[in-house]
């Protein structure tokens, strides 16, 4: 219930909760005093279907005492737990409180899995098929939703069994990106590339460095508002791994290929966001899935003696 964004909305979830059970005991006390006068055969008159006649008969007792019985445990239930806005409950208890102890009894029952891992390089455990099967099973539950089953990715979602590597491709550096995330962000750079001719004569010039389909007298003036450019992806435009700034040189496109792709780009910008996988995964776990995500590129080493 903390995700309230202001007071109202609690007060009104607490509000009314309690007027539905006070609703209920009011229901029961007017239904048990309200008299229908009867006939001699102890019937209110009212036939249905011809025949369903309805009877003056009291509540039964028992039915009585479980409905007084749900609503006594209805009160003692939201005194226990959360369930009256933001009050948290006597007993303390939370659903992601829960879930962290059921995972934290998992990792444990799996620490002795993870044990015959651990002390293996990502190069070496790559080769491992018992590794590469519970790493297949981690990627399958926490990556495949963006990088896709296969770990191909898609427009926007990065491929990683083509050996392009926005951040570097080492098994360290694949960890790394694992364990804190990543946030990729290019500004809108047409303001300083200059006009709208000149950012097409850019997009050009950009295709010309993949040696894609382009216009060679466009991509000529380009080049020298390539400038703009190059703080990011390099005066050669190799990209810098160190800011995640992509290869241009390559024919991999994160975003989308082609001159209108390329423009649309440069005008507004893109940001992408891998998020951290530190504390949703346990170091174990992500030197698996690091040494499998990087197997999909290299060849792993021979195990040592």
Not at 274 to 280: D, F, S
Request: hydrophobic letters at 40%; proline letters at 6%; charged letters at 20%.
């Amino acid at each position: 219930m903390s995700d309230f964004n202001n007071g109202f909305w609690s007060l009104f979830v607490a509000g009314t909760t309690l007027a539905g059970i006070v609703a209920c005991l009011l229901l029961l006390w007017i239904t048990a005093r309200k008299k229908i006068p009867a006939r001699a055969d102890n019937t209110t008159g009212h036939v249905w279907d011809e025949d369903l006649t309805e009877m003056n008969n009291p509540l039964p007792l028992w039915w009585v005492g479980l409905f007084i019985l749900t609503i006594v445990f209805s009160l003692l239930y939201l005194v226990a737990y959360p369930g009256l806005g933001t009050y948290p409950g006597e007993l303390g208890w939370t659903q992601r409180g829960e879930y962290e102890a059921e995972v934290a009894q998992a990792n444990k029952e799996l620490e002795p899995l993870y044990a015959q891992f651990t002390a293996r390089p990502p190069e070496e455990l790559a080769g491992n098929a018992n590794a590469m099967a519970v790493g297949e099973r981690l990627f399958m539950n926490n990556c495949a939703q963006c990088h896709g089953s296969d770990a191909r990715g898609s427009k926007g979602f990065p491929n990683l069994a083509d050996g392009d590597w926005l951040y570097g491709g080492a098994p360290d550096k694949i960890k790394e990106t694992v364990l804190k995330g990543r946030v990729g962000a290019m500004p809108p750079m047409a303001a300083a590339v200059g006009s709208p001719d000149d950012v097409k004569n850019v997009a050009n010039y950009v295709l010309s460095l993949s040696k894609a389909p382009h216009d060679s007298v466009r991509a000529q003036l380009g080049k020298a508002k390539f400038g703009a450019c190059a703080a990011c992806h390099g005066i050669d435009g190799k990209g810098n791994q160190a800011l995640g700034a992509p290869n241009l040189t390559d024919d991999t496109w994160l975003h989308g290929y082609g001159e209108q792709a390329i423009i649309s780009i440069v005008n507004g910008g893109r940001t992408n966001e891998m998020p951290a996988q530190e504390g949703k995964l346990t170091d174990a776990q992500i030197h698996v899935l690091a040494s499998y995500v990087w197997g999909m590129t290299n060849k792993p080493q021979a195990p040592k003696p």
